[in-house]
């Protein structure tokens, strides 16, 4: 089986093509070009000969409709969306309304399950920072969320005055990583990290206290920044979703 695997988040739009088991022609597209060029700036990139397409789609339900639409008839198939479930593929959502969990964060945490079988953390670190944790039974203990890095920057920028718009922090090593900035610039990039880091590493140490040996799992556009600059056992996975996309297709729930 072929089939089009499509994370659609708020800033980027990332596919893979699953072929025998393997990911493989992946790419990614940002929001903002498909805003300025429309779905052409993402189908012309896209193969047409797959036998299904599935999305994982948290911009929304009008740019959904359109996508489908347009994918539809680009690869001439049926497209499915993946949907946050009470239970699934091992797991246990601990929504009371299950479909309110965000379904990028639902599939994250299929793809991290069937993984490792074991206590994990899921951190996702995009426009919203996400935090999912689950036991070593596969039950969703529940997650937390805070604006991302670029988010935190933008915001700050359009509530001061005085602060202009500043870049994502440099990419940095932990033992370069520092609290206090001697100027206000880096004191806001010190700060975004560290904010990050720090709800990261608090709630490990949370995990721990109740007898937790969860594994981190880092994916999103920032998880890279934040693995390199993180001391705890961490797998650096960027491509989470897709991979929980081809999972719950080649296996029942």
Known sequence: ???????????????????????????????????????????????????????????????????????????????????????????????KQPRLLGVDRWVAMVAAWAELKSSCLIVDAGTAVTLDAINDNGFHIGGQII??????????????????????????????????????????????????????ERAIRMLQSNGYDSTVILTGGGAKDIFEAFNEKSLYRPNLVLHGLAHMLENDK
């Open 147 to 200: 604006p991302g890095v670029e988010t935190m920057l933008s915001s700050l920028s359009s509530a001061t005055i005085g602060i202009s718009p500043l870049k994502i922090p440099m990419k940095r090593s932990a033992d370069q990583l520092k609290i206090f900035g001697q100027n206000t610039k880096e004191a806001i990039h010190e700060g975004t990290q560290n904010a990050v880091l720090g709800l990261v």
């Open 1 to 95: 089986m072929s089939a089009l695997l499509l994370d659609v988040g708020n800033s980027h739009l990332k596919w893979g093509v699953l072929n025998e088991n393997n990911i493989d022609q992946m790419g990614s597209v940002s929001q903002e070009k498909i805003r300025q060029q429309g779905l052409a700036a993402l189908t012309r990139k896209l193969p047409r000969r797959v036998e299904s397409v599935c999305i994982s789609n948290v911009a929304g339900t009008n740019f959904g409709t359109r996508l489908s639409g347009v994918i539809g008839i680009h690869c001439n198939v049926d497209v499915h969306f993946a949907r946050s479930e009470k239970c699934g593929w091992g797991v246990t959502n601990s929504y």
